[in-house]
């Protein structure tokens, strides 16, 4: 009987013991990481030289991807609904930062949220579309790089070049708002200096090909390519074009020299968005975006093809291979 009383109290014991340890306090969640969605609508050279600028800015922070942050990357592939879902996306996900890389993906953020920031970057004109009046009065969870690109300096250089071209072509994209943008700007400078800019609409990347042969045939002397996202992701097409055609190619984004353009002149895009990336990382230690105001690229780079200059019957004056940033083809 002692026995049996000695075991019971063992076991009143043991049990009490083995309940303290199951009411223990479960280990704290894992920290959620501090989240960056970056969306492009295509994967034009532009955009994607843009995007790892901004991730170089991040990593030279010390910024690792699912070490320290948590980057979600997309890409639309040049369908705005999808350009639209991404954003939609991103907003319910409650990102703590959203970065759209051109106009259709800031156009498509500003939709859907009013209260994460936005860091916009390649985006031609960022007032055209609500985003702000001018570069310090803005909407107050907005802010970012513009690219608004040297479209009238391009005009200028041409006419320098090839005094005696009077018309020159360009493609388009109706549906991009960047795109009309250049537009008006190439033709207010052509009319300035009396030329002419003949145009061709292009709806995708697919129709760059058809619409190029469509312009050569309307007796231009000269292609003289704005930049927009639907042209610069088929730009080697246009690059083509022209050669077959020897017509001049002149290119609005410094990279189209590496894809036919005798010339092109812009912005380093990815010096574009390197700074974007440093606009986020202030946001990320607390700066406000109503506190930063819009940036804007300075530097006008001119890159030169001697190869396609030479089958595109161009020849470069002595003082402008002296200017160039780049000569390619030596």
């Known amino acids: 009987m002692k026995k049996v009383f000695i075991l019971f109290l063992f076991f009143l014991f043991l049990f009490p013991c083995c309940e303290r340890k199951q009411k223990n306090p479960p280990q704290a969640k894992e920290r959620k990481l501090y989240s960056i969605g970056i969306f492009q609508v295509n ?21 690792r991807d699912g070490v320290n942050v ?16 991404i954003a939609q996306e991103f907003a319910e996900k409650k990102m703590d930062i959203i970065i759209p890389l051109s ?53 200028t250089f041409i006419h320098e070049v090839l005094p005696r071209v009077k018309r020159l072509g360009t493609l388009w994209t109706p549906s991009e708002i960047n795109s009309e943008f250049y537009l008006e700007l190439a033709k207010e400078r052509a009319s300035e200096l009396g030329l ?13 090909l058809l619409s190029a ?8 002397e000269v292609i003289c390519q704005i930049s927009d996202n639907t042209i610069n992701a088929s730009f080697e097409t246009l690059g083509r074009v022209a050669e077959e055609n020897a017509i001049p ?10 894809f036919g353009a005798c010339a092109a002149m812009g912005y380093d895009f990815f010096e574009m968005g390197h700074k974007t990336g440093q606009i986020a990382l202030r946001v990320k230690n607390g700066e406000s975006p109503a506190r930063i105001p819009f ?21 470069f004056p002595e003082k402008i291979l002296k200017s160039a940033d780049k000569i390619l083809g030596l």
Do not use: W
Request: a neutral charge; hydrophobic letters at 40%; glycine letters at 8%.
């Open 196 to 208: 002419e800019i003949i145009t061709v609409p292009v709806q995708n990347p697919n129709e760059v």
């Open 249 to 258: 190619l002149f290119g609005g984004f410094p990279l189209s020299a590496q």
């Open 43 to 63: 994967d034009a050279p532009t955009l994607n030289e843009v995007r790892k600028g901004v991730i170089q800015a991040l990593e030279e922070a010390g910024l």
């Open 103 to 155: 106009t259709p993906c800031l156009q498509a953020a500003l939709i859907e949220t009013r209260n994460i920031p936005i860091i916009f970057s390649s985006v031609a004109n960022p007032y055209l579309i609500g985003a702000g009046k001018t570069a310090q009065e803005h909407l107050s969870h907005v802010t970012g790089v513009a690219s608004t690109g040297p479209v009238k300096q391009m005009v």
């Open 295 to 315: 940036q804007h690229m300075e530097k006008v780079n001119l890159y030169l093809n001697l190869q396609a200059a030479e089958k595109q019957g161009v020849v």
């Open 213 to 220: 042969q469509i312009l050569m045939n309307k007796k231009i």
């Open 70 to 85: 948590n980057l979600k990357i997309r890409n639309a592939m040049g369908d705005i609904s999808e350009v639209q879902r």
